[in-house]
Each structure stands twice: as structure tokens, then as C-alpha cells.
């Protein structure tokens, strides 16, 4: 159980494009994702946390209208970076909260992530 | 506002020591402590966790400690094998919120 998965793996575009990346949980029921970014030999920074039914909550100095965030559904939250820019290459990895009754939680408290996404802009 | 640190940056040991990994939080109202190990380029993977209202908790070759007072909780590993060779990432979890506060990070290199 709590098998998170995350689409793009990698993707590669040009300055000034925008690129979605897909985190879906595949076996449970997710009403809270988080995104975070990770630069390379640097700890995962949070992002922001994805909710269910309603807007994103951003964490200070993360541009909402650059990082779109959507999580329509249950087991779908998705990240649009607009504009994209040569500084925004990073590896950005989503992870859900695993709600209390679900399979691999014990606390509703645990987080399982994707695999991760490699965005390079050229 | 709230931070985990975490130390050392980087740990060699010879393949069969332990390895500790020390994190220090100052939220005190954190009550959730996960460990995540990550392989280049991979996810980070849950290897142990802890709540605050246990003082120790231990799986096969892995335990972690809290001590709430001092707000610190440490990793060890055992019997250490180079597969163990990844980054460790502390976190806590930020009170009245799910999100964590992840540690800086500690490479660990066990040598064979």
C-alpha cells in the first residue's frame, strides 16, 4: 500500500514554456499533498501543501502565480510551472499524507513520495 | 521560525559499525519525527518513524531515540553495509499542520 507516482520522470523544455507534472496516489485516497523542490546535494524544500477541494496553501517566497497547483481530485494533485526559466531547473518531488486507516499508516501522519520529476529549461 | 538541524553533513564507517545521525528541532510542540533515506536521484524512502509519546523504537538494524526535553531524536544503524551508503533526512512534523520540517541532510558512506 500507499504507492505515490509522479509523471513526467524528466522533461526538458524552453525558456518561457510551461510544464505539468502529475503526482497521483495509486492505492489510497489523498486529501493532502505536499510539493517540494530539491536542489542538488540540498535538502527538499517544501513548497507548498496541496489540498483537496480547495486552494493550495504556498510556502513564503513561493510565487503562487508561477507555481500553479490543482488537486481535483482524491488521488491527483498537479504543479504547472509557468514561464518556465532556466533557474526554476530542479528536481520536484510530490508527496501525500496518508490518511489514518490507510494501508502503511499507522499515525496519519506519514508521507510516501513519487518518484520524482527532473525539469530542465534550456 | 521553526528549524531541524541536522549533523553531521557527511559520516564514513567502515562496513559492520554504527552510524548515528543527530537532529536537533525547536518546535516543541512537534510530536511526529519520520527518517527518510534517499539514493541518488530517487525518492526518499520512510525507514522509521517516531511519536513523542515513546522514547525509543527499533527495526532490525535501525533504531531512533527522542528525547523530547532537550528536543533532539537520533538514527543509528548497526551492523552497517554499503548498501546502507545513501542521504538521511530527518524531519518534524510541524505542529497543527502536516507538513514537515526536513533536516539538511547527512551522506553516509559505509565503506566496504
Known amino acids: 500500500g500507499a504507492v505515490v507516482s509522479q509523471h513526467p520522470s524528466w522533461v526538458i523544455c524552453k525558456s518561457g514554456t510551461s510544464v505539468k507534472i502529475e503526482c497521483r496516489s495509486l492505492d489510497f485516497q489523498a486529501t493532502t499533498m505536499f510539493w517540494y523542490r530539491q536542489f542538488p546535494k540540498q535538502s527538499l524544500m517544501l513548497m507548498a501543501t496541496s489540498n483537496e477541494g480547495s486552494k493550495a496553501t504556498y510556502e513564503q517566497g513561493v510565487e503562487k502565480d508561477k507555481f500553479l497547483i490543482n488537486h481535483a481530485s482524491l488521488t491527483l494533485s498537479t504543479l504547472t510551472v509557468t514561464s518556465a526559466h532556466p533557474e526554476d531547473s530542479s528536481f520536484y518531488i510530490c508527496?501525500?499524507?496518508?490518511?489514518?486507516?490507510?494501508?502503511?499508516?499507522?499515525?496519519?501522519?506519514?508521507?510516501?513520495f513519487g518518484p520524482g520529476t527532473r525539469l530542465t529549461v534550456l | 521560525g521553526e528549524n531541524v538541524e541536522q549533523h553531521p553533513s557527511t559520516l564514513s564507517v567502515q562496513e559492520g559499525d554504527s552510524a548515528v545521525i543527530k537532529c536537533t528541532y525547536s518546535?516543541?510542540?512537534?510530536?511526529?519525527f519520520p527518517w527518510y533515506k534517499q539514493e541518488l536521484g530517487k525518492r526518499p524512502q520512510l525507514i522509521i518513524d517516531i511519536r513523542s509519546n515513546v522514547g525509543e523504537k527499533k527495526d532490525q538494524r535501525i533504531a531512533v531515540t527522542l528525547n523530547k526535553t532537550a528536543k533532539h531524536f537520533s538514527l543509528h544503524i548497526t551492523e552497517t553495509q554499503p548498501e546502507d551508503s545513501a542521504v538521511y533526512f530527518c524531519?518534524?512534523?510541524?505542529?497543527?499542520?502536516?507538513?514537515?520540517?526536513f533536516g539538511t541532510g547527512t551522506r553516509l558512506k559505509v565503506l566496504a
Open positions: 524531519a518534524a512534523l510541524y505542529s497543527g499542520t502536516y507538513k514537515y520540517i
Open positions: 508527496s501525500a499524507r496518508v490518511p489514518l486507516g490507510e494501508s502503511g499508516s499507522a499515525s496519519g501522519n506519514e508521507q510516501f
Open positions: 518546535d516543541s510542540a512537534s510530536n511526529y
